[in-house]
């Protein structure tokens, strides 16, 4: 797999309780089970006279440096606000994709132990990559259930496989099934902001949509309802809130007045921008005064080797990305400002951080759409610029290039799905006004998302409902003792066959290139206690030391079912999508079904058959599946049938019925025919009679859409703009049958 496709693929995405331990040095030996003695600082619980509410925020593929608290120029005022007056971690880390990290989260134990090594969608049968939470594991709503806690999840859940996200379930691994006792979000790893595939609880919803629609303001408003309703059933019950934005993922999606406010911001380029990040994430404290830059990684252009135009588009992507993250900010303050007017606020532990370092990218310009260049073919040039304008709206798709998570990472190395600084070091921010927190402090403590769970639980006075095997230790001391020494000894990491492990001060790190031996791969070693960024690789001098981390990343491995390891990302989609059927059967005003549950027309034969019942002036969508980036979509409009197969935006198939249906009952079927690799001959057949035909000389896999099917109404994203809105079907159908040939 090349660096770029790599990078886009993971895009399109301990020890326990172990206590103070002697610094690891080249001469020490280190112990596997790295016992140490039995005393640590013990943060001391305040006085309060009912539990604290408890609030996650998680952003989503936003860097180290991307928030204004720590460096960015990109407008995070209240976030900033937030840090201020609570406590900002500069040495907290996740994994380095989204969903392990949640996993993490929510369990404190290791994502592999507990089945999400990587994400849902590349889920495949080994106890550590299922892509969904052991049955057996229980999460942190379960455990604030039994301490009296209610529990509410808002948006990007992750946490289940792609065969359970439809209708019929089951339920088990969705959050209502995992202690959470209501949610509103949505399951994959991406999602359209505009026209989001969304469920309450069991069911799928349609959100009322305007003009001015946003995923963002949508979830914070279900937050705030969710809040109201708490108080007004049960006052004197702490709550927890779950917020998991869909901002900064791909497609990178804001208003425009939010992107336009950068104008300008960023036409220097990333190269030059990350020298004054870093000046300033020194003097706000979150970068120690010798600190340097990394260099460039090796698969990330010069910005000055740009073309002009491609670097008008890059910078367009950047401003997406920068409003939809200062757009996310203003929506978690509407929800700040709600606990404050409310008077939960104060007794509010509310904790900001992001799933992992700045996303891969696209390795030159960015793209307009991201998941065509990942799974179609490239983009070009002029259909960029042609796009430029659309970027960020609902007639996108895009994603910025490696360079601006290089930027997005300042100071750090590599970026998201690596095992590097870059892909998993995060901003971590604390801030609880009844804790009597230090304000404004940024505490440099080496901690792992995994210990998130303890440090809740301790904080709350809530330990007693916490399992014994959990991995993570809890990081309260920090709050009394800022400059204390860790209590944290060791954590390891993999991603995709990168690994990683930290212990006491010492990392060993390794990328691992796709089709190459896991033994050939070669490790680097950094003092990280005295070398921020990982800049000084000391694997040379002091090659012993490296050994034993390699040795116990092993150790940690088979103990922590990281094990077997697979690089075959191209491949995990066929493990894990649903069987293929060979009849589907959808109804009018049904369920849309996700993307990979789908009929796959690609390199099928296949025939789809409707009976409508026209009457006068009947019109609208039959069938719709995929989005404005790739899709196709059957309707009736102006008394014609319209067949419309969007290959690209720039590439359009259409037919349409040479007369228009009488009123009556009317037979139309579309049958396919494969005409060779990613192609097919589909006939439009009125009645029994072919009446046009239609050459799909380019075709895309199921993995290729964005969204899924919809019948009879198109509630999800437009797919050619050819018709207005969702556009119902005003006559009758009884249903959309599907015949494949497997």
């Excluded at 003792?481 to 010492?506: F, V």
Aim: net charge negative; proline share 5%; glycine share 8%.
């Amino acid at each position: 797999m090349s660096i770029t496709r790599r990078n886009l693929m993971r895009s399109v995405a301990g020890a326990a309780f172990i206590t103070q331990a002697p610094h690891i040095g080249a001469s020490d030996n280190i112990n596997s089970n790295f016992k140490g003695d039995a005393s640590r600082p013990k943060w001391l619980p305040r006085k309060f006279s009912k539990k604290p509410n408890i609030v996650i925020a998680i952003l989503d593929d936003v860097g180290f440096g991307d928030l204004g608290c720590f460096g960015s120029e990109i407008d995070t005022s209240n976030i900033d606000k937030l840090s201020k007056a609570g406590v900002r971690y500069n040495n907290f880390h996740v994994t380095a994709l989204c969903a392990p990290t949640r996993a993490s989260l929510l369990t404190g134990k290791n994502a592999h132990k507990v089945g999400v090594g990587n994400i849902a969608e590349w889920g495949r049968p080994l106890p550590g990559y299922r892509g969904y939470l052991q049955e057996n594991v229980k999460l942190l709503p379960q455990m604030l259930k039994e301490a009296g806690y209610n529990t509410f999840a808002v948006g990007k859940w992750h946490l289940s496989m792609v065969n359970d996200q439809d209708a019929m379930g089951p339920f088990n691994h969705w959050p209502i099934g995992r202690g959470f006792d209501h949610w509103y979000g949505f399951h994959g790893s991406a999602v359209d902001h505009y026209h989001p595939e969304l469920f309450r609880n069991q069911s799928q919803v349609y959100p009322e949509k305007n003009h001015g629609y946003h995923l963002s303001e949508d979830l914070v408003d279900q937050s705030i309802g969710y809040v109201r309703d708490h108080i007004t059933a049960t006052p004197d019950k702490p709550f927890f809130l779950y917020l998991g934005f869909g901002a900064c993922h791909f497609p990178f999606h804001a208003p425009k007045n939010y992107i336009d406010k950068y104008d300008g911001v960023f036409d220097s380029g990333y190269d030059e921008l990350r020298a004054p990040r870093l000046a300033r994430q020194k003097e706000l404290g979150v970068c120690p005064e010798d600190t340097k830059l990394t260099p460039r990684d090796e698969d990330t252009p010069a910005w000055d080797d740009l073309p002009k135009n491609e670097k008008s588009f890059s910078v367009k992507t950047q401003q997406a990305f920068a409003g939809m993250l200062d757009h996310a900010d203003k929506q978690l303050g509407r929800l700040v400002n709600e606990l404050e007017s409310l008077g939960e606020l104060d007794d509010t532990i509310l904790i900001i951080m992001s799933d992992n370092g700045a996303g891969g990218g696209y390795h030159r310009a960015g793209a307009l759409d991201v998941r065509r260049i990942a799974y179609i073919e490239p983009e070009s040039v002029h259909e960029k610029i042609n796009g430029l304008d659309d970027v960020g709206t609902e007639r996108s798709s895009p994603l910025y290039s490696t360079g601006w998570s290089f930027l997005g990472n300042t100071p750090l190395k590599r970026r998201k799905g690596d095992t590097y600084e870059g892909g998993t070091r995060s901003p971590f921010i604390v801030h609880w006004p009844n804790g009597k927190l230090l304000e404004g402090t940024v505490c440099n403590q080496y901690h792992h998302v995994v210990d998130v769970v303890p440090f809740l639980l301790e904080l709350s006075n809530s330990s007693e409902v916490m399992p014994n095997d959990v991995d993570g230790m809890s990081l309260a001391y920090t709050l009394d003792n800022p400059t204390s020494k860790t209590t944290k000894i060791l954590q390891h990491y993999e991603t995709a066959g990168d690994r990683a492990i930290w212990a006491n001060g010492w990392k060993a790190v390794t990328m691992h290139q796709k089709g190459t031996y896991f033994k050939d791969d070669i490790w680097a070693l950094y003092n990280s206690d005295n070398d921020f960024s990982e800049l000084i690789d000391l694997s040379k001098k002091e090659p012993e030391l490296l050994k034993k981390l390699i040795n116990l990343w092993e150790k940690e491995a088979k103990e922590n079912n990281v094990l077997p390891l697979d690089d075959d990302l191209d491949g995990l989609y066929a493990k894990v999508a649903p069987n293929p059927r060979d009849f589907y059967k959808f109804f009018p005003n049904a369920t849309r079904y996700n993307r990979l549950s789908a009929p796959d027309i690609y390199n099928h034969d296949f025939d789809i058959k409707v009976d409508i019942i026209v009457e006068h002036n009947s019109e609208g969508c039959i069938i719709a599946s995929g989005d404005s980036a790739a899709g196709y979509e059957i309707f009736l409009k102006d008394g014609y049938i319209n067949f419309v197969y969007v290959y690209t935006r720039e590439k359009i198939f259409r037919m349409k019925s040479n007369q228009k249906l009488t009123h009556g009952n009317h037979k139309i079927h579309f049958i396919g025919k494969v005409s060779g690799q990613g192609s097919a001959k589909v006939s439009m057949m009125v009645n029994g009679e072919i009446i046009t035909s239609l050459n799909l000389t380019k075709m895309w896999k199921v993995e290729a859409l964005n969204a899924g099917i919809r019948c009879a109404e198109n509630m999800g994203a437009p797919i050619s703009f050819d018709y207005i809105g969702s556009f119902p079907f005003t006559g009758f159908m009884k249903s959309v049958d599907f015949h494949l040939s497997l």
